[in-house]
């Protein structure tokens, strides 16, 4: 495993972490389908929470959270659709949220963004949210 992808699994490590100190139950870890990928999927209460876990290291420029961009959003939003759909859960709520780590003196540093995003789909000229409610 290269120093990236050890940092990427120590991040992932220390955001399951974080999410269970805040009473998260983690029901899978790096679930991957044929439209993408999510890092952590949660239950936080009655809400199913789709995590994307960004580390960078130690004098990186930017944060994790600003690799989150658009396209990247996409793809998590349809490997959660994927994942809804394989395991029949369309009738719960859910969210995006982001844990964006940094590595600072040895130590990462997290901070987690609820909702980080909302799930859409472009319909014409304007953007619909996904689930029923």
């Known amino acids: 495993m290269g120093i990236t992808q050890e940092l990427g699994r120590e991040g992932e490590d ?10 998260y139950k983690v029901v899978a870890r790096n679930w991957r389908c044929t439209r993408g990928e999510v890092d952590l999927i949660c239950d936080d209460g009655q809400t199913l929470v789709f995590v994307e876990v960004k580390t960078r290291a130690e004098g990186s ?13 996409s793809r998590i939003v349809r490997a959660a659709a994927e ?12 969210r ?20 980080a995003f909302e799930a859409q789909w472009e319909h014409g000229n304007s953007a619909r949210g996904w689930q029923p409610w």
Request: hydrophobic share 40%.
């Open 14 to 23: 220390a955001a399951a972490r974080v999410l269970e100190a805040k009473k």
């Open 61 to 73: 420029l930017g944060t994790g959270a600003d690799a989150v961009n658009p396209r990247k959003r």
């Open 83 to 94: 994942y809804l759909s394989a395991k029949n859960l369309w009738s719960r709520p859910c």
């Open 96 to 115: 995006f949220d982001v844990v964006s780590l940094v590595k600072k003196n040895g130590q990462l540093v997290a901070e987690h963004i609820q909702d």
